[in-house]
């Protein structure tokens, strides 16, 4: 009977030990308020703490104020699995720019959350150099995360990024939910990542507000609003000629409004011999406001008309659904479906959509296109 209690008590002090959460703030390791002093080793050292914690959760707390930070990258794997960035004040890039695509990576990392805060990727200094036309890098990346997974991002607010706000690549299991605004350069871009929701984000942008590159399935994306920007974008797809790509399928998005973007929702792919798909999209519940490409299918993208492949493009989109869109267009030209001769679009649907310019209605273009409408057509469909 004494050995069974003991036992009881041994099982009752781990449970309540592996039950622990650790805390570490990052002024405790030595990081300086103000921005004028680099806090990177102080944050590296609250992250080795954390990632190395028995306990069952360890939070990292950035309290209010400005901390710069120098490129950074968090590796894993952890003993923890439940490590929770607590982010009050704002992360600030060094000024000017230098040859590095990152700046805060986190890899092969598990049950990383992080909540609220602000980036500040200080990205005016390479807009410039690049507005001059000067031999400049290609900038970098505010947010990263690889080889990830069980990824939670809540109300982070990202500012003048380099390039990219937030990239995940090769991830499984990523809920991004209420980025306040990420103004200039792509807003969230999803590559070879399965499981990833993207909800309730308000996104202002030099280039797609989000973009899906290859090897995307199951992405969800839901209340958005999108604008100025190139739009939320399935691509660009079949660049690299020589190089098998991923496809993308599983893709729904909703319940979305563009705001004076340039394009609503589109797919994009070189014309080129690269061999892929993208199958399995839905695209419903939808308003765009003065959008210069509500509806956009590609498949001779080639920006600036510069090393074009010209040829006929390998990728082969099917099973495209566009429902209940309304709305205004920019251009006479509300629903553009340009596809491949080589491999035409098929199974295109469309229901219930209303696109007018300049109060009346506008038109619709189909290139090899394929597929059925159903319910209120404005414009008349063209497939």
Request: glycine letters at 10%; one cysteine or more; a positive charge.
């Amino acid at each position: 009977m004494a050995s069974q209690i003991i036992l009881l008590l041994r099982l009752f002090s781990f449970l309540a030990f592996s039950s622990t959460i650790s805390s570490y703030n990052i002024l405790d390791f030595g990081a300086k308020k103000g921005g004028n002093v680099d806090c990177v080793e102080a944050v590296i050292r609250a992250w080795k703490m954390a990632c190395n914690s028995l306990s069952s959760t360890a939070n990292i707390y950035v309290p209010n104020g400005i901390f710069l930070i120098s490129g950074v990258r968090f590796n894993g794997p952890c003993v923890n699995k439940k490590i929770n960035f607590t982010i009050n004040g704002t992360l600030m890039a060094p000024s000017g720019y230098t040859d590095s695509s990152e700046w805060i990576t986190f890899d092969t990392v598990e049950g990383i959350s992080i909540n609220g805060g602000v980036f500040d990727g200080r990205g005016s200094e390479l807009w410039d150099c690049k507005l001059r036309n000067e031999k400049c890098p290609r900038g970098a990346t505010s947010l990263e995360f690889t080889n990830s997974k069980d990824i939670e991002i809540r109300r982070l607010t990202s500012i003048d990024s380099e390039l990219f706000h937030i990239v995940i690549h090769r991830c499984d299991n990523v809920n991004l939910v209420g980025p306040k605004r990420s103004p200039n350069t792509d807003g969230i871009h999803v590559q070879m990542s399965t499981n990833v929701y993207i909800r309730n984000t308000r996104i202002k942008t030099g280039d797609d507000c989000i973009s899906i590159g290859p090897g995307t399935s199951a992405l969800w994306i839901e209340r958005v609003i999108c604008g100025p920007g190139h739009g939320i974008s399935i691509g660009s797809l079949g660049k690299d000629e020589g190089l098998k790509e991923g496809g993308v399928q599983n893709v729904t998005v909703q319940i979305i409004e563009f705001v004076g973007s340039e394009n609503g929702l589109r797919i994009k792919t070189w014309g080129s011999n690269v061999e892929g798909y993208v199958r399995g999209i839905i695209f419903k519940h939808v308003v765009m406001n003065n959008v210069m490409n509500p509806i956009i299918i590609d498949q001779n993208y080639c920006p600036h008309n510069q090393n074009c492949p010209h040829k006929d493009s390998g990728i082969q989109i099917s099973d495209v659904e566009y429902k209940n869109i309304e709305g205004t267009s920019a251009s006479p030209i509300a629903i553009k479906l340009d596809c491949s001769p080589t491999n035409p679009c098929k199974g295109l649907g469309m229901s219930n959509i209303k696109l007018t310019y300049k109060e009346r209605p506008a038109k619709s273009f189909c290139k090899y296109a394929s597929g059925h409408s159903s319910g209120l057509m404005i414009p008349p469909s063209c497939l």
